[in-house]
Structure formats: C-alpha cells, structure tokens
C-alpha cells in the first residue's frame, strides 16, 4: 500500500512536510525541483513544503515556486484573518465559537498560514446559537449559499440538518467559503445517535492566544480530523495534505491517549480511526503510540478487506477514480465498527426520522428510509 515511498521525490516530498523533520543539503542532490514541485501541487502540499524549505534554510527555493507560495500565503492569511474577525463579531455577542480542522490548526499552531492549506472555514457553534450567528454572518457581508447543486438554501432544513454554507469574495475576486455547524462531526457514516454532544466539545474548549477563536480540545481535535479523513476516504482530494491534520496535531499538542481512545470507543469509530493514525505514522513518522493502533486495529480478516481495497485505490493521484460505486460501498461499509452500526446509520430511530424530514405519520417511513439509503452511498436529488 505504501510502496510509492520508494520514489525519492515523494520520500522527499513528505519528509519536507511532516511536522518534524531532519534534512541536509545531501538530500537534495539529483532532485528535478519541478517534478517536486508539480508532485507537492498535486497533493497541495506545495505551500506546506515551501514554507518549511524557507524556515529551514536548506537551499533556495525556485522563483516560480516562491511566487506561487506568497499567493498561497495571501490567500491562506486572509482566510485567518478573516475567521478571525467572526470569531470576534460572534463572541462580542455572546456566541462562543470554535473553528474546525485547518482553520483552527492554522490559528493555533500554524505560524505560516501558507504551511495549511485549507479551501475553505469551518466552524461550530452551540444549536441555540445557530440562528443568531446565521443573522450575524449576513449583516457582514456574507452570502448564505451552499456549494453543491444538491442544497438549496432553505434556513429551516439546513437547520434541522445542522450546517449552512456561505461566501463573502476576497480582495482577488475569488469566494472564500465559510461553513456554519451545530454538529461537530457530523457525516453519512457517522451513528446520529453517537455524535459527540456540542455543549460537551465547548465545555472542553479553550481560545487560541490573543485570538476569540475557540478550538477544541486536543483529543477532541484529533478525533475530529481522523473522521474528517475517514470521511475522504484516505485516498481522495486533497490528496496526502489530508493527513497532515493528525500530524500537526500530535506533533503540537499533548494528547492523553486513555482519553482519546474513550472518545473514539464512544463514537464507535475504532477502525475508520485506526487507519486515521496509522496512515500519517507511516507517512510522516507521526508520534503515534503502537499501544494506540494496536487498541484500534480490527481484526485480521476485516483488516486485510480494507487494505485491499485501499491499495487498489491507491494514495498518489488524488484527483483519479479511486472506487466503482460498488467498491465504494463495500469500502465505507467495511469501516463500520459492527454491523449493528452500520444499520443505525441507516435506522436511528422513528423519532430522528420524525425531527430529519418532518414525517407525520409512520407510512411515510419507507420511502424516507430508502431516500437516506440512497444519500448514503451518494445517490442523491435536487431539493
């Protein structure tokens, strides 16, 4: 599954972007610095591995490369700035949030906002605070518009599902694209019923230094990004900077293991986590404890399914077909921790479906288990 490390510009490539990292000029000898290039853009890691080549001072970085990083950079910078400024409007009206995955990585541990690379913001904030910071984004300038065709922007049903999306442009013309979230860790895959309680993640969290941006606590973080990866599947865009997220956060942050894995357990997310971990640790040499992945890993036989399956896919080429619909779906389904999981995804309860889709009487049921059915292996219709 891993044998593409043997290629010395993607060897190269992730030992420049993990978070600790030993390099010499020696290391560089014989190395076509576009091909690196072209690589690191492809998995855009291109700002991440220049911004770590300046810092580090080993050699000198190509011009085309050093211009597509201060464009990188400026983009990025504006997005910290501007997540920032919410965070601020927010809370000087009494509404706590906390920004997600890259965002908040960038704010808390990231010096150079061009070393996290990010599409756009994601937040979160309590369900009772939904509404109001909804009013609060569109006082200030911001469009209420989702990306996909599939969503249309009715207030009352993004609601009920949890999120909204919005855009606001940016000095170069371009949307920058901030997401609004009551759930955490909210995904198709993930049990309704075992989503970490918000008001549980704002009780643990804490404000980034001279910032009014909440982020999660480290074992709340880390498993919050090792679902954020699951959710892509490992294998898909962005491509390997996914994986930087555990990296960062294990790198930068002092992670109490018994929590973390109480966590997971309590989410049923034992596998799609293992893989989480195990991933970066060989990618990057991640500081993951082997008493950890040996607690997560899934048995052989279901273990060797999805390595299978992942192999196929392969972790180069992102933008590539990775999956058939088929093996997409025996994929996602192989991650679940039981098959009891795997049908509470599909059937949490009468009253989920009665507060999801606004069933009023149980004949309806059917056709709503099916339209889930349908959602959950990406079959979806236009609202």
């Not at 390099?23 to 853009?41: N, Q, R």
């Amino acid at each position: 599954m891993f044998d593409f490390m043997n290629n010395k510009h993607v060897s190269l490539m992730l030992r420049l972007s993990a978070e600790v990292r030993s390099l010499s000029k020696e290391d560089f000898c014989d190395v076509d610095m576009e091909e690196l290039y072209k690589l690191c853009l492809e998995h855009e890691l291109h700002g991440v591995v220049a911004s770590h080549i300046l810092r580090d001072g080993i050699i000198e970085l190509p011009e085309y490369w050093h211009q597509a990083y201060e464009k990188e950079q400026a983009r990025l910078e504006f997005l910290k700035a501007k997540s920032a400024e919410i965070c601020s409007l927010m809370r000087a009206e009494g509404i706590p949030m906390i920004i997600l995955k890259n965002g908040g990585i960038m704010t808390d541990i990231v010096s150079d906002a061009a070393a996290c690379p990010m599409e756009d913001i994601d937040s979160l904030v309590r369900k009772s605070d939904f509404l109001q910071a909804h009013g609060i984004l569109i006082n200030n300038g911001f469009n209420f518009k989702f990306r996909s065709e599939f969503e249309k922007e009715l207030l009352d049903e993004a609601f009920a599902d949890g999120s909204t999306e919005y855009y606001i442009l940016m000095p170069d013309g371009d949307k920058m694209w901030f997401e609004l979230s009551w759930r955490a860790v909210a995904g198709r895959w993930i049990r309704p019923d075992k989503e970490p309680p918000t008001d549980a993640l704002f009780d643990r969290c804490y404000f980034s230094d001279g910032t009014d941006v909440g982020i999660l606590s480290p074992e709340d973080n880390l498993l919050q990004v090792c679902i954020h990866t699951a959710k892509h599947s490992y294998v898909r865009s962005p491509g390997l900077r996914l994986h930087l997220d555990v990296d960062r956060i294990v790198s930068n942050k002092q992670i109490d293991w018994d929590i973390f894995i109480e966590r997971v357990e309590q989410t049923h997310v034992k596998t799609s986590t293992y893989y989480s971990l195990m991933i970066p640790k060989v990618l990057f040499g991640t500081n993951i404890p082997d008493a950890v992945l040996n607690r997560l890993k899934p048995r052989k036989s279901k273990a060797k399914k999805i390595e299978k399956l992942l192999g196929r896919a392969g972790l180069l080429h992102p933008a590539g077909r990775k999956f058939s619909k088929f093996s997409f779906l025996r994929f996602q389904t192989s991650l679940y921790d039981s098959a009891k999981d795997m049908l509470r995804v599909l059937y949490p309860s009468y009253e989920w479906y009665k507060t999801r889709y606004g069933i009023k009487n149980a004949i309806a049921l059917p056709y709503y288990i099916i339209l889930r059915g349908l959602d959950l292996v990406g079959i979806r219709k236009k609202k």
